[in-house]
C-alpha cells in the first residue's frame, strides 16, 4: 500500500490536547485512526441508505418503517457513544 503524506495545521492551543488524546500512540497514527474511523462511519451510512433505497421496491412500508426505525436507534446509540468519546478524549469539544 502507497501512503501520502498530508500535512494539517491546528490552532497551537490545541497542540497539547491533541498530544494527550493520542496517549501513548504517535499523533499521527492517532489522528489516522480517527480519520478511518470517520471514513468508515460515512461507509456504513451510505450502504444502509442504498440497501434501503433498494428495499423499497419490493419491501412492505411496515418492513420500511421498521428499517428506518432500527436504522435512526443505531444511529442515536453511534451519537451518544462518539460523544461520550469526545467527553473523554477528544481535543475538538
Given at each position: 500500500m502507497a501512503f501520502k503524506r498530508i500535512v494539517i495545521s491546528v490552532p497551537?492551543?490545541?497542540v497539547s490536547e491533541i498530544k494527550e488524546a493520542?496517549?501513548?500512540q504517535s499523533v499521527p497514527s492517532w489522528f489516522a485512526?480517527?480519520?478511518a474511523r470517520r471514513l468508515l462511519d460515512q461507509?456504513?451510512?451510505r450502504l444502509w441508505d442504498e440497501w434501503i433505497a433498494k428495499a423499497?421496491?419490493?419491501a412492505t412500508p411496515e418492513d420500511?418503517?421498521?428499517?428506518?426505525?432500527?436504522v435512526a436507534e443505531?444511529?442515536?446509540f453511534d451519537?451518544?457513544?462518539?460523544?461520550?468519546?469526545?467527553?473523554n478524549a477528544s481535543p475538538w469539544e
Open positions: 497551537e492551543s490545541r493520542a496517549g501513548e485512526a480517527l480519520v461507509e456504513s451510512d423499497e421496491a419490493t420500511l418503517e421498521w428499517v428506518e426505525e432500527a443505531l444511529r442515536q451519537a451518544e457513544q462518539e460523544q461520550q468519546s469526545r467527553k
